[in-house]
C-alpha cells in the first residue's frame, strides 16, 4: 500500500522490525554485522598500508628520475634512460616539445595550467588513469622547472603505474574473497553457537507446552554439572513448577476438604429444615429447629473459616513479623478463653517469660487460642501453658491432666480433620491441629503432640 507521500514505512521503524525476529536470527544479524564491519575495518587497514608503502617507492623512484634528468640539463650530458617503465619530456614555458621519450612522442602530459603553473616555479604531481576502472596507459608524473643561464625549461618524470595498480587490484581481490570467507563461517559458528546455546530454551518451551496441555509432575531436565545462565533459569523454572505443584495440590486439597467435610452438616441442615416442612409444628418444636439450623450453620461458618485460614497460611509466600512482648502475646491468645474455664470450673494458667518475640500475631495468637481450646474442650483438670525463649527459639507449650491422646491418634494428630472421636458430629472441625502446624512450619518451626505428665501436651518450636 502506498500513500500520496510515498510507501509507508515499516510499523515502528527499523528497530521494532529488528525485535519481531527470531532470537537465532537476530544474533546472526548482529554477528555478521559485527564482523561485517571489523572485516571492512582491517582490509582498508591493510589496503591503505600496502597502498602506501607502493606509493612511496614509485614516489621515491620517480623523484630520483626526475633529479637525473635535471641534472643531465644542468650539465649538458645525455638524457638518462631512467628506470624501467620511465618516460620524459622536455617542455619550453610556451609548451612546445624540445624532447621526449619515443613512447611519448609529442602527445603533451601536461595540461595547459599545470604548464603555467610549473614555470611559475610550482611541483606539478597528478596521475593519468585510474585504478578502477582499468584505463590504459596509467602514469605518475613530476614537472618542474629548470633554468640553466638565461633558458628555462619544464623537465616532465614519468612513470608507468602498471605494477603497481595490477598489485592493488589484486589485493583487493584476495581481500574481498577472504573476508567474504570470513563473513560466512563467522555467521556460521554464530548461527551453530545461538543454536546450542538457545537449544535448553526450545526444550523448556517445550516441556512448558506439555504443562499447559495438562501434563503434572513436569520438571525440566537441568544439567547439574553447569552454572551458566541458562541452567540458572532452568533451575528457576524447576522451582516455579514446584510452587505451582504445590499451589494446585493445596487448591485440590481444598476442594477435596471442603466437598467431603460440608457434605455432613448440610445434608443435617436439609433434615432439620424438611422435618419442619413435612407437617405443621408447635412453637417450641420450630424454635429448637431453628437453633439446631443455628448450631450447623455455625459450624459451617467456622469449618469455611478454618478451611480459608488453611489455604491463606499454605500460599502466603512471607509471614509479617514484628517485635512483641510474649506476655502480652500469651494474655491476648488466653483472654477469651478465661470465661469458658471459670465456668466450667477448670483452672487455666499462663506462664511466660519476661522477653520480647519477632512473629506474626495474626496467625500465632489463633494458633496459641486453639491449643487452649482443644484443651479446654477435650481433656481434664488444669490447663497450663508456658512460653519460654532459648538461644532465639520460642517453645510454647499447653497441658491438660486429661487422658490423652489414644495411641493410634498421634501419628496422625496434625493431619486436617484428623479427630480422636469416631463421629463426625462430634464438637470440633478436626483442623485445629492442622492449623498449628501450619502456623509452626510458616514460622520455620515444628509442632509436636504427645502423652506426658498424666495428659496431653503439644509443643510448638519457632525461631524468633
Known amino acids: ?12 521503524g527499523p528497530r521494532a522490525w529488528f525485535g519481531r525476529l527470531p532470537v537465532v536470527t537476530r544474533l546472526v544479524l548482529a554477528v555478521a554485522v559485527t564482523m561485517s564491519l571489523v572485516l571492512t575495518g582491517t582490509a582498508w587497514l591493510v589496503y591503505w598500508r600496502v597502498q602506501t608503502a607502493l606509493d612511496q617507492q614509485l614516489h621515491d623512484d620517480l623523484a630520483a628520475y626526475r633529479h637525473s634528468l635535471e641534472r ?38 601536461l595540461t595547459p595550467a599545470e604548464l603555467d603553473a610549473a614555470v611559475r616555479g610550482r ?6 588513469g585510474s585504478l578502477l576502472p582499468i584505463t590504459p596507459d596509467t602514469l605518475r608524473l ?49 548461527y551453530r553457537t545461538a543454536r546450542a546455546a538457545l537449544r535448553p530454551v526450545e526444550r523448556y ?29 532452568g533451575h528457576t523454572l524447576n522451582r516455579m ?30 433434615a432439620e429444615v424438611d422435618v419442619a416442612l413435612h407437617r405443621p409444628r408447635p412453637a417450641e418444636e420450630l424454635n429448637q429447629t431453628l437453633r439446631s439450623v443455628d448450631a450447623e450453620v455455625q459450624r459451617l461458618i467456622d469449618l469455611s473459616n478454618a478451611l480459608l485460614d488453611l489455604e491463606e497460611l499454605g500460599s502466603t509466600d512471607h509471614l509479617t513479623r514484628a517485635p512483641v512482648r510474649l506476655a502480652d502475646l500469651v494474655k491476648t491468645a488466653v483472654a477469651p478463653h478465661l470465661p469458658g474455664a471459670e465456668r466450667s470450673g477448670r483452672a487455666l494458667t499462663a506462664d511466660a517469660a519476661d522477653a520480647t518475640v519477632d512473629v ?31 538461644e532465639g527459639r520460642l517453645r510454647l507449650s499447653v497441658a491438660d491432666e486429661g487422658p490423652g491422646f489414644p495411641p493410634g491418634f498421634l501419628p496422625r494428630a496434625f493431619d486436617r480433620f484428623a479427630r480422636a472421636e469416631a463421629s463426625r458430629t462430634s464438637e470440633g472441625s478436626g483442623l485445629g491441629l492442622a492449623f498449628v502446624q501450619a502456623v ?9 503432640a504427645e502423652n506426658a505428665g498424666g495428659g496431653a501436651t503439644v509443643t510448638v518450636d519457632l525461631p524468633v
Open 1 to 12: 500500500m502506498t500513500l500520496p507521500g510515498g510507501p509507508m514505512p515499516l510499523a515502528g
Open 72 to 109: 643531465s640539463l644542468h650539465t649538458g650530458t645525455a638524457l638518462p634512460p631512467g628506470p624501467s617503465g620511465s618516460l620524459y619530456q622536455i617542455l619550453d614555458p610556451h609548451g612546445r616539445d624540445l624532447a621526449a621519450s619515443a613512447a611519448v612522442g609529442h602527445r603533451p602530459l
Open 123 to 128: 611541483l606539478v604531481r597528478r596521475d593519468v
Open 142 to 190: 613530476q614537472a618542474e622547472r629548470v633554468t640553466t643561464g638565461k633558458t628555462t625549461r619544464v623537465v616532465v618524470a614519468a612513470v608507468r603505474r602498471g605494477h603497481r595498480d595490477e598489485a592493488l587490484r589484486e589485493l583487493l581481490a584476495q581481500l574481498a574473497l577472504a573476508s567474504g570467507l570470513a563473513l560466512i563461517a563467522a555467521s556460521y559458528v554464530g
Open 205 to 233: 518451551r517445550t516441556a512448558a507446552a506439555t504443562l499447559a496441555d495438562g501434563a503434572q509432575h513436569l520438571r525440566l531436565d537441568v544439567p547439574a554439572d553447569r552454572d551458566d545462565e541458562i541452567t540458572r533459569l
Open 241 to 270: 513448577l514446584d510452587r505451582l505443584a504445590a499451589a494446585a495440590a493445596r487448591e485440590r486439597r481444598f476442594v477435596a476438604d471442603a466437598s467431603h467435610e460440608l457434605r455432613t452438616p448440610l445434608a443435617l441442615l436439609r
Open 360 to 390: 506474626d500475631t495474626r496467625w500465632l495468637v489463633p494458633a496459641i487460642g486453639n491449643l487452649v481450646g482443644n484443651a479446654l474442650r477435650h481433656g481434664r483438670g488444669a490447663v497450663r501453658l508456658t512460653a519460654t525463649v532459648e
Open 440 to 448: 509452626a512450619t510458616a514460622h520455620g518451626g515444628s509442632a509436636r
